[in-house]
């Protein structure tokens, strides 16, 4: 229902999926969990809307280390099985500077997994600011939490500022309330990029706590301290008539965990010779450390 122009509500009641095409097959080689995106048409609409904190991956694309705060495949899934979704609404769109997200399922128990009936809510509210800036806030609600004991909710403020043409700055802070866990439930990630013709630099640094636990959205790594730094230089010799463009990079991984030990480190380096008929040639060298404190399974 066109609420305005530029305002939309979705309304949905007894949701049927049966159409909705099979997840892709993956293997999982590491210790970390898989992301499936969402395939669901009714969560498709507006996806872009409720991303968070300058996630590559956006609530809806492939995950990455960076937690999304609200993954809609918590919503009607539970360890494989379909948890029937009864009633739920959604409103999206703009409102002068602010774009606006509403978000609020209903669903059924299912016994198979033990799922109890459960309330979904999700706002997030984003207002443009300067000339290509933004700055926003997000709250996801489950009325059942997984651990059981009440409710689990996210908090969660970002921001993305563009300066220039190529600088760009991504920002977050968010904290969870969840029963039965301490208080190191705080993450938050500041990142620098700035993505110039002939320099390239790459600035990133990512905590998520012990108990931060985003029950609406995805973690794929728990508890740890992240560090990166990417440093490129692609001059355009115009000695050489063959060669457009070289390329020289450099990317330092440090991950450890919240009290330092170190679990991941990645070191690596690349040439690349773009030539004026648009071939490329490339070297890569990667070195990489992993620290594992007990077996795992793959």
Known sequence: ??????????????????????????????????????KREFFL??????????????PFGGGGETPILFHSRQIGLNQGQE???????RLTGRVGKFSIGLLNIQTGDEPATE??????????????????????????RRSVSTRGGGPAETYGVDG????????????????????????????????????????????ERLVVGTDFNPEVGFLRREAFERSIGLFRFSPRPHSIAAIRKLTW???FDYVTDRVGIL??????????????NSDRLSIEYTHSYEFLDEPFAI
């Open 1 to 38: 229902y066109g609420v305005t122009q530029n305002l939309t509500a979705d309304l949905t009641v007894n949701t049927d999926f049966a159409q909705v095409e099979a997840d892709e097959q993956q293997v999982n080689l590491t210790r970390f969990s898989l992301f499936f995106p969402e």
């Open 160 to 203: 993305t500022f563009s300066f220039y043409d190529n600088l760009t700055i991504n920002t977050y802070w968010a904290t969870t309330s969840t029963p039965r866990l301490d208080p190191d439930d705080v993450s938050y990630r500041t990142q620098l990029d700035y993505a110039g013709d002939r320099y390239g630099v790459e600035l």
């Open 83 to 89: 948890v029937p979704i009864d009633v739920g609404g």
């Open 249 to 251: 990079e450099g990317r």
């Open 45 to 58: 609409e507006n996806r872009g809307l409720f991303a968070f904190g300058g996630a590559g991956a956006g």
């Open 115 to 140: 799922t109890a009936t459960t309330n979904f809510s999700v706002v997030r509210l984003k207002r443009d600011v300067l000339r290509r800036s933004s700055i926003g806030a997000m709250f996801t």
């Open 263 to 276: 679990e991941t480190r990645q070191v690596q380096g690349r040439f690349g010779t773009e030539f004026e």
